[in-house]
């Protein structure tokens, strides 16, 4: 991308240009004299127009847009970018669809200005090639019209996927308004659409066009993996700075109070959390399904005749198969009830998505005694003191892709939560088996980990509490630590 005063400077001096040969033109020949005055004149406006846009002030290189063409309060990682960028002294416009709560320090900060935007449907009648035409023909202009109205940024910083039409749109504003363009490869767009339309599918092709056209002409570029990183620059020809997620220090081991506070609120709601109780006991005693309060001096303890505690996050999108885990959840149900020493499990599946839904109507029809399986949607407040409760965390994300990294694995190893993950190409990047957790291919295998893992509950002397003493003793940097080493450099640069 051009300098944005040598590209100021073009623009004005080619419209100047224009203006004064229109207006020599008209006073030495036959064409009407008003559509060429005409002229002039809009190229005189187009010219004041374009340093209006440019205009920069004291406080242009302190502000930064945050872009995602998402849900911002399901979007954790432009979160800690918001946050991290206000913690520099950067004045943050942050654009998004706002369909849940962010996380309250977003909302708290006093340098994060949210800008919520609508999701577009698109024409509801016709072709679905309409729908969705007509959808990113909408949004464009929305888009358009927000980011050309705010204050001059002298930068967007923007994720991707989704980046259409948001990068084009964006390059396009960063080129009017002199501001660069840092794209956050955490994928690729065109092979999430691929796992619902095929890799064939027209519409699948044009996104894979559009994303390596526009991806280059960013300024900067920052991605999730080394694996990624090395195949932006060698089949996209961009260069890219790895940023790994990190947890930021709200992911972290749950104190035993909080631990019950949330259990007693989620038991308000769920009854899986509920203490089933006799009628001889003390109803004055707050008692959870995990967990009891004694009412004497606040002390709350740990039942030894506790479920263990699974807990699995998602978007509930075609990357993530529910089936294998719901399959070996019946298989453990197969192990207690043939006789095995195992506890009782209760598995929380957090997260909304277009699948939820398939998945809630599959789980209603298992018959299981020993496993209570509960879908809820967190505050983003209450998601990581579940998992510094949990007892172990499992992921089916298999990326699209092969080349990006599950965030919810980032979160549980904050809270030093050992991990059961499905096996794909650049997994061990993060998850070391038989080190921080276990790999597995299918449910089989995954049913059989889980009766390991669990066959010495609630003691810690077997293989998870191994797993966990190892999260305890390797954890590595927190996001505050690697964003300003790996991000700031490129923000402050100019």
């Known amino acids: ?138 949004q464009s202009l929305q888009l358009l019209f927000v980011l050309l109205t705010m204050e001059l940024q002298s930068q967007i910083l923007m994720q991707n996927p989704p980046g259409l039409p948001g990068i084009a749109v964006a390059w396009f504003v960063c080129i009017l308004r002199g501001s660069r363009l840092v794209i956050d490869w955490h994928n690729y767009g065109f092979t999430i659409m691929a796992l619902s339309l095929g890799p064939a599918h027209p519409v699948v092709r044009l996104a894979k066009w559009y994303e390596h056209f526009f991806g280059p002409l960013a300024t900067n570029n920052l991605c999730v993996t080394n694996a990624m990183k090395d195949d932006l620059q060698k089949n996209w020809g961009v260069r890219a700075t790895t940023l790994y997620d990190r947890p930021p220090s709200i992911f972290r081991e749950t104190p035993l109070t909080l631990q019950h506070e949330l259990f007693m609120r989620l038991a308000d709601v769920y009854p899986h959390f509920q203490d089933a109780g006799s009628e001889d006991e003390d109803v004055e005693v707050e008692r959870t399904v995990f967990s009891v309060r004694d009412p004497a001096d606040g002390t709350v303890t740990l039942r030894t005749n506790r479920p263990a505690l699974l807990i699995s996050s998602t978007s509930w999108t075609e990357d993530e198969d529910f089936s294998i885990l719901l399959k070996a959840l019946e298989d453990y149900e197969g192990f207690v009830q043939g006789g095995a020493s195992l506890p009782s499990l209760v598995c929380v599946i957090t997260g909304k998505g277009p699948q939820k839904e398939h998945y809630k109507k599959i789980i209603d029809t298992l018959r299981l005694e020993h496993v209570k399986i509960c879908t809820p949607w967190l505050e983003a407040e209450d998601y990581p003191v579940l998992l510094g409760s949990a007892d172990l965390g499992v992921c089916l994300h298999k990326s699209s892709s092969g080349l990006d990294l599950p965030m919810k694995v980032v979160d549980m190893f904050g809270c030093c939560l050992p991990v059961c993950a499905i096996s794909f190409h650049c997994l061990h990047e993060l998850v070391k088996h038989e080190e921080n957790g276990l790999i597995f291919k299918d449910s089989a295998e995954l049913s059989q980990q889980l009766k390991c893992l669990l066959s010495e509950f609630p003691s810690s002397d077997g293989k998870l509490g191994t797993f966990r003493k190892n999260l305890r003793t390797s954890r590595g940097q927190r996001w505050d630590d690697n964003w300003d080493q790996n991000v700031l450099p490129l923000i402050s640069s100019r």
């Open 1 to 138: 991308m051009a300098a944005p005063c040598g590209c100021s400077a073009l623009l004005a001096g080619l419209a100047l240009f224009g203006t004064v040969l229109a207006v020599f033109y008209a006073a030495d020949s036959d064409v009407a004299c008003p559509a060429v005055c005409l002229a002039a004149v809009a190229g005189l406006l187009l010219t004041l127009w374009g340093f209006r846009l440019r205009r920069r002030d004291g406080g242009t290189e302190r502000r930064v847009c945050v872009l995602v063409l998402g849900d911002i309060g399901r979007s954790p990682r432009m979160q800690y970018h918001a946050l991290s960028l206000s913690k520099h002294g950067y004045q943050v416009t942050f654009v998004g669809f706002l369909d849940s709560k962010p996380h309250q320090d977003v909302l708290n900060e006093g340098k994060i200005q949210i800008v919520p935007i609508a999701e577009v449907k698109g024409v509801r009648v016709g072709p679905k090639i309409l729908t969705y035409v007509s959808k990113v023909f909408l």
